[in-house]
């Protein structure tokens, strides 16, 4: 995702200043980005300096250096795309700073709505959802009267299993679950929308950003990923955002938000789209999605937690340690096993995150059934 914006924004560099560029562990890629676009300063979470930076650009390094870098380049817009739990402080940053929040990464609101809806509110900084479903709702609701909504569907493609015999899930390989069938990420996203933890989230997700109580989110199968997310209005009325699968729809609009950009994208063909299929959510089939439901009836740090053990237990299925049906079940485990505690502070959240993981990784140590 963030090659694809550094696309966008190198189409309209008389709008944009790229200021900080920060990756993981991609060192090339990032130097690569830094000499064509000439940031302020550029960090690295979980390796060294790399070679080839332009002489202008301040290096960071390690969590805590990107909130440094933040600090030091006080970007007027942060896209957070980066992937999990360790996307969530420069969240809560952006929104502290009352900045603008183009927000990729949903494990943010998943793990810390409760806490960071209202900083944002008190800070008066703006969240933009970059997700293509919540993006999509987005665009449905904007100028119109909330009190009017009746109900929002997140569609879902469904993911690769969406036909396997559930018979046949234990079997399911690494190779198999990180074959989307209309998406291209990464390794943890695609796992997530093989179980539809995805889904769980965004349902999560969509509770936060627009306020609405969980029986007027409902999730939808489409296979075709074409329509993105629907809003349904107490008139009856249906508005939906449609368009070809490809994350620089959304990235675009919410950079350019609230003006529309161009891009040279290859145009939309609906005579292509003859058939576009919507199916209900089999809970059997996705029991993930079910747990987004409990964690917004539990409350408090319950989201914290939820994310943390899918965190754990993805890596465990992608290792080779526990099987497909695992991953899901084990979230299950220990969401019932713990009760839910207040938010007050991101320490909170911290804690059932940490909380989370070292149940997960516990029962993970403690039983060989699911090898």
Known sequence: MGSQALQILAA?????????????????????????????????TGAPEPPGLPAGTRFFRGPEGLLEALDA???????????????????????????????????????AGEYLMPLAARSGA??????????AVFQCLHGEDRGALRRVYLTASGGPF??????EFATITREEALRHPTWVMGPRITIGSATMMNKAFE?????????LPSEQIEVVVHPQSIVHSMVEFVDGSMLAQCGVPDMRVPILYCLGFPDRLTFDFAPFAPARWQNLNFLPMDPARYPAVPLAYEVLQRGGDAGAVLNAVDEVATAAFLDGRIP??????????????????????????????????????????????WT
């Open 12 to 44: 309209h560099r008389d709008r944009f200043e790229v200021v900080l560029l920060a990756a993981h562990t991609s060192a090339d890629a990032l130097a690569a980005a830094a000499a064509a676009h000439g940031p302020q300063a550029a960090c690295l």
């Open 73 to 111: 380049t006080g970007p007027d817009t942060v896209l957070n795309a980066i992937t999990g739990a360790a996307g969530l402080e420069a969240s809560a940053w952006t929104l502290r700073h009352g900045r603008t929040l183009a927000l990729a990464n949903k494990e943010s609101l998943v793990m």
């Open 126 to 135: 703006r969240i933009l959802p970059v997700d293509s479903e919540h993006c």
């Open 162 to 167: 969406r036909e396997r015999p559930l018979a």
């Open 203 to 211: 349902v999560l997700e969509a509770h936060w950003l627009f306020g």
């Open 324 to 369: 497909f049906p695992a991953i899901t079940a084990l979230s299950q485990r220990v969401l019932a096993e713990r009760s839910p505690r207040p938010i007050d502070s991101l320490q909170d959240v911290l804690a059932a995150d940490a909380e989370g993981r070292s149940a997960a990784n516990r029962i993970l140590s403690c039983e060989n059934s």
